[in-house]
């Protein structure tokens, strides 16, 4: 295992390369707007390295061209120099008028946008009307940034409105960049056909330039039996497990129970199972000072799915245990980026969660879409009201495996229950989460070969998204967003809702924001247009960057509830429809075509 906060993935983090373009005329203009159109480059870095992060919590990396571009040879030394320096993403900056197709970056895979500065000594302006029609009329699709205010010409500052798009635009073609190359690693195949688990590559290749990696349940066995993990870290781990994991109330009849001897020999199962799939994922150079050179190399997968039922499942200890620590930002190791790994194997749900952690730089929650309770429902059951922002009804999110312990809530920013990246987690909010989980026996009627399922609540009062990727015949892959709150309940009211369910998982009450409209007219039209069983729920209002990563990627949102002045898409997009349209994102990503490829 790499040390804590290293990059555990092959290739290194895409950078960001900042491309100041300029008038191209020596002898005069050139010469009066070098420092002003550098001096913008310099800003933007500045921006994106103090306010951005990668995953592994660095600051993110900028690379500015080494002169100002006038012309398409400064326009190709600047490619090459990217090139060199695994720049992933690139943001064109100029004051003033230059060469539209002649200085504009034209590599199809590189996310792309351009700050025009919007004063009128010079036509900043007009290069970015211009430097975007040669994009949209080349197919090559770029965000245009024009801030809404006139600047004079010596002013050096970034307005908020372009911050705020140069953010948002930088997190989600970062994210696209970085999943590049890597892989979703299948264990195991369908599980109980669910549509997700039915991993199709095709997708992965053509969507998110990514390959798909499927490695049988059975390899499992042979590393428990055979010992290829590092024992020593095994030895770690289940100590830190019985300190920290505490056990709770078997929800099995007792004559289904396990007995004591035989709940320990599960309990060092799920322990070897949780640093194999890790190892299988990430790979583990102690791997090979055992010999097992191969398998210390991994598969380089940045998220990954466990099938578990019910070929596993049905004689081994199921992998709740596994999924919910692999997801956490934390473990026997201490604090440390969350791995990304579905249950059931659900790889689109997987992809869904990626877009999170990648957006956020935190843990996400993997649960079943499992009840919509109306309040007449609730009322009728419980003989109480739902009040505050439960009282248009609830949406019950559990499932038996794969939410984060950082999904208690017991993380805080400004005193307010949170989900924080894994350098901003205290030692203190990680016990706090581990003491509100408790790890039930499986329920055996589901679980044959038995194992722990972790439970909790989350806290009530976060802002959370809800998502979901669906693949439809014939359209290829859809978005969906829900914003929303976790809620909390009552006790009382809680207690009875759950008890009639699966108590032993964990819980999160789900209140989407209702705009009136469509999806969003009520609660439960919300829980009646989801496209499949599970969702995925990543802290904060994340649905407009979830809109601008998928808008790079091409994958059309077929369903939010994000506020229009919130929605950045490429300039393209103004030519198919009016942005709150669904219809005008559907024919431009259908125009366009998947980022790598026509493969669906
Ligand atoms: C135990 C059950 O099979 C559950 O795992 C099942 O209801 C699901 O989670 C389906 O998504
Ligand atoms: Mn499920």
Known sequence: ??????????????????????????????????????????????????????????????????????????????????????????????????????????????????????????????????????????????????????????????????????????????????????????????????????????????????????????????????????????????????????????????????SKERKDREWETVVKMTLIIRDLMVGNPKLAELGYLEEAEGHNAIAAGFQGQRQWTDHFPNGDFTEAILNSSFDWNGLREPFILATENDSLNAVAMLFGHLLTNTAQVFADVRTYWSPEAVERVTGRKLTGLASNGIIHLINSGSAALDGTGQQSIDGQPAIKPFWEITPEEVKKCLDAATWHPAIREYFRGGGFSVSFLTKGGMPVTMSRINIVKGLGPVLQIAEGYTVDLPEDIHYFLNERTNPTWPTTWFVPILTGKGPFKDVYSVMNNWGANHAAVSYGHIGAELITLASILRIPVCMHNVPEERIFRPSAWGAFGPVDSVDTDYRACQNLGPLYGRGM
């Open 1 to 258: 295992m790499a040390a804590q906060g290293d990059y555990r993935l092959i290739g290194s983090l895409p950078k960001i390369g900042i491309r100041p373009v300029i008038d191209g005329r020596r002898g005069g203009v050139r010469e009066s707007l070098e420092g002003q159109t550098m001096g913008m480059a310099k800003a933007v870095a500045e921006l994106l390295t103090k306010n951005l992060r990668y995953p592994n919590g660095k600051p993110v990396e900028c690379v500015i061209a080494d002169t100002t571009i006038g012309g398409v040879a400064e326009a190709a030394r600047t490619a090459e120099k990217f090139a060199r320096e695994g720049v992933g993403v690139s943001i064109t900056v100029t004051p003033c008028w230059c060469y539209g197709s002649e200085t504009i970056d034209m590599d199809p895979y590189i996310p792309k946008a351009i700050w025009g500065f919007n004063g009128t000594e010079r036509p900043g302006a007009v290069y970015l009307a211009a430097a975007l029609a040669a994009h949209n009329q080349k197919g090559l699709p770029a965000f245009g940034i024009y801030g809404r205010d006139v600047q004079d010409a010596g002013d050096t500052t970034i307005p908020e409105d372009v911050k705020q798009k140069l953010l948002q635009f930088a997190r989600a073609g970062l994210a696209v960049a970085i999943m590049r190359g890597k892989s979703y690693l299948a264990i195991g195949g369908v599980s109980m056909g669910i549509a997700g688990s039915i991993v199709d590559p095709d997708f992965f290749e053509s969507y998110l330039g990514m390959r798909v990696e499927y490695v049988d349940m059975s390899e499992l066995v042979r590393r428990i039996e055979e010992k290829i993990y590092d024992e020593e870290e095994y030895e770690k781990a289940l100590a830190w497990v019985k300190q920290n994991c505490k056990e709770g109330r078997d929800p099995n009849p007792p004559a289904r129970q396990a």
